[in-house]
């Protein structure tokens, strides 16, 4: 039975004593952005909660307390997995109904009065300062699916796929927080691809995608030219966030030859806004999708659970309001971890830095509403998507939203969860 806080949660919901996650918020009253976590319904300013002595019963956090007070996650994620988790352990401990600080805050009414906020008087930020984006293919059955498609069953894979996690340099700056909308973007497309000579047009996309996945922030530096190597790179990683790497389809098909993906992706990418730390995902860590190539020595993982069952949701709500879920898929469908896709990014001497992000690839399964892409499930844009109250969809029109959720557990009152990772399509700037 998971232990209960003095607070009053909802049991169903995902921010359970279990999972204390950090993100950044700003209210009405202090508009500068600075860390919190939260729980149910309950917002605690952490940079409040520091400055009133809060983690006074924690010695390690205090020389770094400062950390609090900064407009982003990295100062903390910097200090490393270790603190991390203690601070974690210590607001449980302090949330907890049994709690051995109740001096701290839950017999302190000040203290309750200024740092504890409800959720929906708090703007979310993005949580970190992203240095630099990377996006992996780790989601074998969506490589698989899509690979089809183009090239048929006995060549979808390419022979690298399962000896390296394929990745692509993306776009750091168009990196937003959920509910931020998204301008449907303008590029190059080939409208007649049978045609020769083939000769694009410009104009806003007509095929614009979603893609399921999950993130992970980067906490600890490297030195340029030294590899993280794989049984170190687990400590790297501060945490994970829920992501919609939304995708121009048609841009992309023909600008990716030959060096990938480029406009089609760099116009946004949304995540969720809270960050939930490993320790909080442990439990709920199982294997992933077997690999049976022979992986070289330095992406050879020991553990054998390395990913974690997060049970993922698309739902897509169009303009006149009704909600189809179009996806409910798992988090272990990957077939590389992220620690094996941090010890690859490092193997040739690339430094990495708190902040950096990582984003899995699309996360499907192998049945039809197990695709994390609309790509997948209208095979390749020949068959229609059904929602509910009767409209249809190849891919996203203006004005439609996609959330995405993410769940682990089923025991009320442990719940741990991401939050939700939404955006809507808005009409194509104009342009002159």
Request: net charge negative; aromatic share 8%.
């Amino acid at each position: 039975m998971s232990p209960k806080p003095w607070l009053p949660v909802a049991p169903s919901s995902p921010f359970s004593l279990a999972n204390i996650p950090f993100g950044i918020i700003s209210t009405p009253g202090a508009l500068i952005p600075r860390p919190a976590t939260i729980l149910g319904a309950h917002v605690l300013d952490l940079k409040v909660f520091a400055e009133r002595n809060g983690f006074a019963g924690l010695d390690e956090i205090k020389p770094h307390t400062h950390v609090f007070s900064a407009q982003t996650l990295n100062p903390f994620a910097a200090l490393g997995r270790p603190i991390h988790s203690k601070v974690r352990m210590y607001l449980q401990s302090v949330f907890a109904e049994d709690t051995p600080h109740p001096q701290v805050l839950r017999d302190n009414e000040g203290l309750r009065a200024d740092a504890i906020v409800a959720v929906g008087s708090v703007t979310m930020h993005l949580p970190m300062e992203i240095g630099d984006y990377t996006d992996f293919f780790a989601g074998i059955n969506h490589a698989f699916t899509v690979g089809s498609l183009f090239r048929g069953p006995q060549n979808a894979l390419q022979p690298n796929y399962k000896h390296l996690p394929v990745a692509y340099h993306s776009r750091a700056s168009s990196v937003v927080v959920s509910g931020t909308p998204v301008h449907r973007p303008w590029g190059q497309i080939l409208v007649n691809p049978a045609a020769d000579p083939k000769v694009p047009i410009f104009s806003p996309c007509r095929r614009l995608d979603i893609e399921l996945e999950l993130g992970a922030f980067i906490c600890k530096a490297n030195p340029l030219g030294q590899p993280v190597p794989i049984e170190e790179a687990e400590q790297s990683i501060f945490g994970y966030v829920l992501m919609n790497d939304w995708s121009a389809r048609d841009l992309q098909t023909w600008e990716y030859v030959p060096l990938g993906p480029f406009n089609a992706k760099n116009f946004a990418t949304t995540i969720s806004p809270w960050v939930v730390l490993p320790d909080a995902l442990k439990p709920f860590a199982v294997g992933g999708i077997e690999n049976d190539a022979e992986l070289l020595p330095y992406l050879r993982e020991t553990r054998k659970q390395n990913q974690y069952d997060i049970q993922l949701q698309v739902d897509l709500t169009t303009a006149q309001g009704a909600t189809t879920t179009v996806t409910r898929t798992s988090g272990k469908n990957l077939i590389w971890s992220f620690a094996q896709m941090v010890a690859h990014h490092t193997v040739g001497g690339c430094p990495m830095r708190p902040g950096d992000l990582l984003g899995s690839g699309t996360i499907s399964g192998t049945d039809e509403r197990s695709r994390g892409s609309l790509l997948e499930q209208n095979l390749g844009g020949k068959q229609k998507i059904k929602l509910d109250g009767g409209e249809e969809r190849m891919f996203l029109c203006d004005g439609d939203t996609v959330t995405i959720s993410g769940l682990c557990g089923t025991e009320e009152g442990g719940l741990v969860g991401f939050g939700e990772c939404s955006g809507q399509i808005l009409e194509a700037i104009p342009f002159s």
